[in-house]
């Protein structure tokens, strides 16, 4: 059985854990290629959306040498494309619909030392990503592209100079980091500063309200040893609760001029409640 004292500190745990995260800032996406801070600051790639695609190339000696891999991406930041590719030299491409992500892996083998001939093939289109299963890192400073079991990382780097797209990383290919260098990946105000006051002000208010009822259904229930309905603290202000509100209106609907009690149509709440706070 649960006993109160660790109820109790379940709650300050979950709290103080609530409160982290809140504080933690977190980028949270928007779109396939925007998204934002809690202080309307974000990257927003869609200007850079305007070229058609881009991409890289980079070549890796494999096989002490004797063959050549030669690696193309293209990639498309902020909605699917289909590339203007001729794929039927490949012997297989899973790149023909609409996508954001493509890797065009072909081998090149050495065939003679001495003459340095080397025998192209056709290579193969494989898919990496598509614009809508993606998803921004909490720090806003990559876009993952899942491709179970594996995924792409494209970094965003914040640069001046024209929108490049650059290979990181290959050594892992099942996580595969490019890098875009783009003005659009600065961090730029999105939107006027999130969260008001007013909202931060309720989040705390009703994390009282919890914290408070908890601790006073305990202490009722354990040290006091209510039962049922009872263990609500100051039950008799919280029955009376609706009457309270409903005065409240009627003040408000007067011009914030005291409501005739008595024999008015108001029902005046139990004066005690209030002291029973
Ligand atoms: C907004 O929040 C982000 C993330 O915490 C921070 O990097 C940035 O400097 C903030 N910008 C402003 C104007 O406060
Ligand atoms: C690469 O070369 C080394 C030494 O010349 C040899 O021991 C090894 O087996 C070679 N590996 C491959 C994949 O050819
Ligand atoms: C695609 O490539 C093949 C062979 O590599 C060639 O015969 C064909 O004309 C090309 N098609 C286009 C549209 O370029
Ligand atoms: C490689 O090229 C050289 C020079 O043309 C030739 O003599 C040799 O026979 C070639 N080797 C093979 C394995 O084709
Ligand atoms: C991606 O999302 C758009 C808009 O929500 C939808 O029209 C489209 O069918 C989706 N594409 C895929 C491949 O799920």
Redesign the pocket.
Known sequence: MISCGNLSRVFIILGVFLTTVYTQ?V?VKKGPCTCE?????GIDLTPSAKSPYFSTQIYKLENNGTRLALSTFYYHPCNDVVLPINTSAASFTTCKDSLALCWYISFMDLLNTTKDTFKKDGGNYQYLGTSNSSDFTAD?KSIIYPNVPSSTVVMLICATTEDQLEVYSLADQSRIVLAFYSKEAC?K?IEEPGRSLGSTLLIIFFSFVILYLVLGICTKKFLMGATGLEVIPNLAFWSDLPNLVKDGWAFAINGFKLPNRGPGPVTSPDPNSYDSI
Do not use: H, K, Y
Request: proline content about 10%.
């Open positions: 800032d980028c801070f809690p202080n309307g600051t806003g961090l105000q």
